[in-house]
């Protein structure tokens, strides 16, 4: 399946500048599929050393960490040779192999024409507890798939030349916009977890999809118990079950989990933002750049790794997504705002640092909120996920209002407006890619 992180890796490869290349993302997002389909395809030879399944490999890191050694016993240990600009050498799950992953700054000052990738599921743990090569690795980020790579995965390749862009508007005619509404329908339910839509793909059958996300929870909720020595895991399995179900809303810890004390939480949360499985969007006043300057640690709301994995987790049946005439209805609008989220992250068009934020005002006269505040060519735009061009939006023109720098704002909607520009709003489909 053709995946965005592609092009990124051929770019890499290329580059005067490479440096071995980190790839950080949760389980089951293609990270090993994606290495191995472009070291096929884009070299001589293709090694891999799978730190988890190959135990003995640990051995040749164990004395020392000179490159041209480990490259002389890697040589004998594969059988094969290893050639720099010829062979991509591929460290999987690096995370179980500490000195693999400290040796990466030196195959970096020795070695730098050797093409080197590393990937592991838990690797966010493993940089926190060694002395990471900090500016002698290069990182990329793969997270699931987005709605433009579902739509290349199900063919539908036409239906792409459609998709308005914030950098260059088209709205679709009427009746092509409701075929994309169709296709986003799907998504909403599918999803972005590789297997998930393979799955689709083969069958064309939601129940086979369903039992996929029954197959990913399994293996996600048994894997929590690795981490009962950081924290209690049934606080970890009830928070991950909590989460899904609160997309979209100011988490407050004692409301997310009123029968245990506050600090579990907190520690349940941590573990689940480094496995990736969650993203925590935090209040800021969007006074300035950067947006991260002054977040807010106590307010802040989250989504989760998938969107299709999260309706699986809520219970929601995908008759009803499917029957539903505007997708921002949808379990009162939290799958929209999930998309919008994890668009945002999949793409890191409008995140900063791969970080989502957004607006919050509190006052004891009245509260307002915009759902993201993303920046484009170093201008802040703030973001709201609404049903059409009803309402008042209040706080969108509060955020205006009190921030002048700030000329436009977006509101993303689930119709399709010709004259999408109405004043310093723009209205545009929910599926607009911000690139």
Known sequence: MKRLIDQKLIQWRDSEYRKPLIIRGARQVGKTYSVRYFGTTQFKTFITIDFEKQRSAHALFNVDLDPLKIIMELEAYCNQRIIPGETLLFFDEIQVCPQALLS???????????????????LEFAMGAVSFPVGRVDFVWLRPMSFLEFLYATGEEILIKHLPHFTHIIIPAESIHQTIIQKLKLYFIIGGMPEAIKRYK?????????KVHESLSETFFQSLVQYQKRVDVESLEFILRQ??????NQIKFRNLDPERRVEKTKASLQILQRTLLISLVHAVSATGLPLGADYSVKKFKSIFLDIGFMQYLCGIDPVSILHENNILNLYKGSLAEQFVGQELLVHNKGSENNKLFFWSRSKKSSSSEIDYVVVKENLLYPVEVKSGLGGKLKSMHLFLKEHPKSKTGIVLTSACHPDYARGNLLFLPLYTMFD
């Open 104 to 122: 990466l700054r030196y195959f970096y000052e020795v070695i730098p024409e050797l093409h080197l990738i590393a990937a592991g599921s838990l």
């Open 202 to 210: 083969e069958t064309g059958s939601l129940l086979e999809v369903g």
């Open 243 to 248: 989460i899904p179900l609160n997309v979209g």
